[in-house]
C-alpha cells in the first residue's frame, strides 16, 4: 500500500505560477503521474516521470508550460505549473504507475492515488 499526499494547491492569477508537490510513503512502479478533473470532466492526464531516468511525458494542453521533476531520495514529485490559465482550474492528483503499466496516459496504469489538491485559475 503505498499513500500519497498532494499539497500545493489554491488560488491564482492567470498568468501566475504555482508548484504542487506529491510526497509518496513507497512506490510501486518505474513512475508517477499527474492528472487532473475539472467539475463536469473525465479526469485528464497531465504527465509522467521515472523513477530511475527522470524521463518526462506530458499531455499536450500542458505542454511548454508544466514541468515534472522527482527527489529520488525523499519519494517526492512536483509539478511546477507555469502561465496557467483559467481551463487549468481542476483538482490535482498524483499516482504511482502500477508495475508494468500500460501507457502514462492512461489511468489504468496506475494503481495508487492521492486525494487531490485543488487548484483554481481566476481570469
Known amino acids: 500500500q503505498v499513500q500519497l499526499v498532494e499539497s500545493g494547491g489554491g488560488l491564482v492569477q492567470t498568468g501566475g505560477s504555482l508548484r504542487l508537490s506529491c510526497a509518496a510513503s513507497?512506490?510501486?512502479?518505474?513512475?508517477m503521474g499527474w492528472f487532473r478533473q475539472a467539475p463536469g470532466k473525465e479526469r485528464e492526464w497531465v504527465g509522467a516521470?521515472?523513477?530511475?531516468?527522470?524521463?518526462?511525458y506530458y499531455g499536450d494542453s500542458v505542454k511548454g508550460r508544466f514541468t515534472i521533476s522527482r527527489d529520488n531520495s525523499k519519494n517526492m514529485v512536483y509539478l511546477q505549473m507555469n502561465s496557467l490559465k483559467p481551463e487549468d482550474t481542476a483538482v490535482y492528483y498524483c499516482?504511482?504507475?502500477?508495475?508494468?503499466?500500460?501507457?502514462?496516459?492512461?489511468?489504468?496504469?496506475?494503481?495508487?492515488w492521492g486525494q487531490g489538491t485543488q487548484v483554481t485559475v481566476s481570469s
Open positions: 499516482a504511482t504507475y502500477r508495475p508494468k503499466g500500460g501507457s502514462y496516459y492512461a489511468p489504468g496504469s496506475y494503481d495508487y
Open positions: 516521470i521515472t523513477w530511475s531516468a527522470g524521463i518526462t
Open positions: 513507497g512506490r510501486s512502479g518505474n513512475g
